[in-house]
């Protein structure tokens, strides 16, 4: 299994994508009931929840060609929202006004996504660098995690 994300739940499971097979483990934590909770999904990455659980993935959509979040319903079912051809990484955040963050691993830098869907780089420079600075003075080289 290629897993490429893993999150608990407040409802007391865990959760883990593989980007490989599109889908997200729903698993209990003694480790022996598993059940295929999400498919369908374009590479699935790291799995966050906000304050009301809603589970969000970073992942792909084939049909526009586009980086994004997949907002994941408790049934399982996905919506892919924000799409960002401009985005090429992994990781995302989500802050309590709902705006998101991502680790643009390839761009070197920080991306915010606002609820209404503008996008703005909030660090990183772009350049491949460990610079240490504030905002767009910064330099990352290939930052992962957020």
């Not at 990183?124 to 330099?139: H, R």
Request: hydrophobic letters at 35%; aromatic letters at 10%; charged letters at 15%.
């Amino acid at each position: 299994m290629t897993t490429t994300g893993i999150a608990f739940g407040n409802d007391g499971y865990l959760y883990m994508s593989n980007n490989i097979k599109g889908t997200i483990l729903k698993l209990n934590t003694n480790g022996k009931d598993t059940v295929a909770f999400a498919s369908g999904l374009g590479t699935p990455r790291n799995i966050i929840f906000d304050q009301s659980n809603t589970m969000y993935v970073a992942g792909y959509d084939a049909s526009s060609l586009s980086a994004g979040i997949y907002k994941i319903d408790n049934t399982g079912k996905s919506t892919f929202i924000l799409p960002d051809k401009k985005f090429h990484g992994w990781e995302i955040a989500v802050d309590t006004q709902g705006n998101f963050y991502g680790a643009d691993h390839f761009s070197n830098c920080i991306r915010l996504r606002e609820k209404n869907g503008n996008t703005v780089t909030i660090a990183g420079n772009g350049k491949a660098a460990d610079i240490d600075g504030i905002g767009l003075n910064a330099s990352f080289d290939g930052p992962q995690g957020i």
